[in-house]
């Protein structure tokens, strides 16, 4: 059963960096758009960075452009998210997705628990 597992959220003060993971298993995701969502208490889910199948091409919502960089490693089948200068709206749970794109908006297809992202002020 294919599974996705996110990790590397924490607690970081304002301005400080957190390397968030996500780890494919029981299916390989390589040949799949890999995306990061976030979800804020009582907001919806939202797009925030995604990567295509080959690593050529990389999308950033306005929000984190800048700040955030997306990369993968297709032969451990992982994505990672590297998140530097972050504020307190980052606060967030992250989830990444097999994700794709149309009618100007991303969204995620699969989903697995998130990690909890906290920004203190």
């Known amino acids: 059963q294919a599974q996705l597992v996110e990790s590397g959220g924490g607690l970081v003060q304002a301005g400080g960096s957190l390397r968030l993971s996500c780890a494919a298993s029981?299916?390989?995701?390589?040949?799949?758009?890999m995306g990061w969502f976030r979800q804020a208490p009582g907001k919806e889910r939202e797009f925030v960075s995604a990567?295509?199948?080959?690593?050529?091409?990389?999308y950033y919502a306005d929000s984190v452009k800048g700040r955030f960089t997306i990369s993968r490693d297709n032969a451990k089948n992982t994505v990672v998210l590297q998140m530097n200068s972050l504020k307190p709206e980052d606060t967030a749970v992250y989830y990444c997705?097999?994700?794709?794109?149309?009618?100007?908006?991303?969204?995620?297809?699969?989903w697995g628990q998130g990690t909890q992202v906290t920004v203190s002020s």
């Open positions: 997705s097999p994700s794709f794109t149309g009618g100007g908006r991303w969204s995620g297809t699969y």
């Open positions: 029981g299916r390989t995701f390589s040949s799949y758009t």
């Open positions: 990567i295509s199948w080959s690593g050529a091409g990389t």
